[in-house]
Each structure stands twice: as structure tokens, then as C-alpha cells.
């Protein structure tokens, strides 16, 4: 499972498939827009094209789909909707992986565990069959 931090660089990664969108449980943009809405989606595109994707052989309408599917799926959130200004990282991408094991050393674990799988399951998200 995948979390992401940069809407752009990670968007990237999905479009030219490094990752894999059901691997993704989401990604914490620090964006404020919506991709439902042309005028706000052009100065997304606009802005982007020019810099995070400029080099990317894939069309706009690939990236908005992309975007779209992030947003009906609810793997895209944007904390500046809500007041909270986040700050670039120099990494993007956070891995949510714990072994099976270690579960039952620790009860609390477990239980964050179980709950993480629901918020997964909620999001049709794919979840290794080892964990």
C-alpha cells in the first residue's frame, strides 16, 4: 500500500505506470481544486504541463481521468480544503506495509492493522495476500 505526498509526482508515477493505482491508498495533495470543474482543472494542467509533467508523452485527458479516478475512488485528499497548508517533501511516497508476524507481538498493532484494512477495503484497494 502506497501513500502518497506530492499530487503531481505521484500522478506521474501512476500515468506512466511505476505504480500501480490499486496500490495506492491515497494521496495527500497540496492542491485545491476540483477535477470535475474545467476552469479549475486548466490551471492545474496548465501549471503542471510546464513543470512535474512536462516531459510526459501522455495527453492532459489521461491525466484528468487519472485525477478523476483518484477523486470518485476517495484516494485524494486536500488538506488545504480544509485550512491546512502541507509542505513539499523531497520524498512522495510512503510505504504501508506490516509483516503478518508482528501482529501478535503486539495487540495494538493488530488492531491499527484491522482498521487500516477496512479504510483499504473501503477504497478497493488490493491488499498483498502475504500481509
Not at 508515477?13 to 470543474?37: C, G
Amino acid at each position: 500500500m502506497k501513500i502518497g505526498l506530492s499530487f503531481s509526482r505521484c500522478l506521474l508515477d501512476i500515468i506512466e505506470n511505476r505504480v500501480n493505482m490499486n496500490d495506492v491508498l491515497v494521496v495527500i495533495a497540496r492542491t485545491d481544486f476540483d477535477p470535475f470543474i474545467d476552469d479549475e482543472w486548466k490551471g492545474i494542467w496548465l501549471g503542471y504541463s510546464a513543470t512535474e509533467w512536462r516531459n510526459s508523452t501522455h495527453s492532459e485527458q489521461e491525466f484528468r481521468d487519472a485525477t478523476k479516478a483518484l477523486w470518485e475512488q476517495g484516494k485524494f485528499h486536500q488538506p488545504r480544503k480544509f485550512g491546512w497548508r502541507p509542505r513539499r517533501h523531497p520524498y512522495y511516497w510512503l510505504e504501508a506495509v506490516l509483516p503478518s508476524q508482528e501482529l501478535d507481538k503486539n495487540p495494538a498493532v493488530k488492531d491499527a492493522w484491522e482498521r487500516f484494512q477496512v479504510v483499504a477495503g473501503l477504497c478497493n484497494t488490493t491488499l498483498h495476500e502475504k500481509f
